[in-house]
Structure formats: C-alpha cells, structure tokens
C-alpha cells in the first residue's frame, strides 16, 4: 500500500521546458515536503507546505488539500536540476513521514 | 549555514554485530528523525524523537533498533544484530518545529552488512 503516489517515475526535459511533479497522497496530512535528492544520495530539502504555493528561484510548489495532490514545477529547466525530486507527507495525526517513491529527473541540454 | 552532520560516511560490519550510527543534529532543533533507503528503492521513516523520548516509529523500528540522545548534542541509533537486510543508507534529519520549518538531511551514512 502506498500512502504517497508520485508521477511520474522518470522524466526526461530539453534545458529550458517547463516541467511538472505530481504527488497524491491518501492519508490525512499536517504538512507535505519536497526534496530533492543528488545522485551522490545527498537530501536536501525545497518545500515544506500546508496550503497553497511557494515559490523560490525557478522551483513552484502547490498543494491542494481538498484533492490531497501537490505539484513541484521547474520553470526554465537546466541540467542541474537533474536529480531525483521526492515528495514526503507528515501525517496528520503524529511525527510519522510517508515518502515517495520519487520521479528521476534527467535534463538535455 | 548550520547543517546535520553524520558519521561516519561509509559501515562495513558483519552479520551479526552491533552498529552505533551517530548524528549530529542542528542545535537549536527539537525534533529528531531516522529514515533509511534501500538501494534502488524509497526513504522510509524509521522513527521521530522529541524531548528525549521516541515520539512516532514505523513498522520497521522494531526491537533490534534503538535510538539515543547521550550528551545533549548526538542523536544515535544503534542496530543490534545486523542482518544482510539492514543494508541500505540511514539518513538522519533534524527540525526546529515540525508544521513550520522545513527537514534539514544529514549526508546519510552507507550501511553495509556482509
């Protein structure tokens, strides 16, 4: 059973598309984060939301709570995007975390 | 910038042995995680850790893992008994406040069971 589904798994963009992540989850949520993982395994962490939109540089994050759907977009795509992008809930109810199975980003350029 | 660090970087240990994996989390965050990847598949949440006691553990956080704040500043978690499934990278993670500051990763740690 996955709590957490994302689309899609693999991606591959020219340098300059703009390029969506969905993420849709099942359980109740206090918080959903994106991250961001370098092929050297590294995490690091791009969004944590709760309602709406954020937005920093070229990277946009939405949630839409009623749906349970949140999307990451890169506007402007260059190779240093590529990467592994994972989406991650906080369940509602207690300090539990629900990951992704992460889409692979891999931009041309 | 202040960052989660964890050592070491790399475990080689044998079936059957205890490992120790040591973090050292943001100072001024409260709330501590483990989560481990299996190579080639996703993070999974081991277990959350809030005023010195275990606050959330998964389905995998069973009695051969625990986990430990000694001294105030490292957060460990030790694996007891290791088995050739325990093989994958631990990551450890640190935050201020869960609903409003983001995860901050430390570089995980490669565990290897042989």
């Known amino acids: 059973k996955n709590e957490v589904e994302q689309s899609p798994q693999n991606l591959t963009a020219q340098e300059g598309e703009f390029i969506t992540i969905n993420c849709s989850y099942s359980v109740g949520i206090s918080a959903l984060h994106w991250l961001q993982q370098h092929p050297g395994g590294g995490i690091v962490s791009l969004f944590m939301l709760s309602s709406g939109k954020k937005k920093h540089g070229r990277l946009i994050a939405t949630i839409n709570i009623q749906e349970k759907h949140s999307s990451l977009h890169i506007t402007a795509s260059h190779p240093r995007d590529s990467a592994v992008y994972i989406c991650?809930?906080?369940?509602?109810?207690?300090?539990?975390?629900?990951f992704g199975t992460g889409t692979s980003l891999t931009v041309i350029p | 910038e202040p960052e989660v660090t964890q050592t070491p970087s790399h475990q080689v240990t044998q079936m059957g042995q205890e490992v120790i994996l040591r973090c050292v989390p943001i100072?001024?965050?409260?709330?501590f995680y483990w989560y481990r990847q299996i190579l080639g598949q996703k993070v999974e949440f081991l277990v959350s850790?809030?005023?010195?006691?275990?606050?959330?553990k998964s389905e995998i956080f069973d009695d051969q893992f625990s986990v430990e704040r000694p001294d105030g500043s490292n957060f460990t978690l030790k694996i007891r008994s290791t088995k050739l499934e325990d093989s994958a990278m631990y990551f450890c993670a640190s935050t201020a406040r869960p609903l409003n500051s983001p995860l901050h990763f430390g570089n995980g740690t490669r565990l290897t069971v042989t």
């Open positions: 100072s001024n965050h409260l709330y």
């Open positions: 991650a809930v906080r369940a509602g109810t207690g300090n539990q975390f629900y």
């Open positions: 850790f809030y005023n010195n006691e275990i606050s959330e």
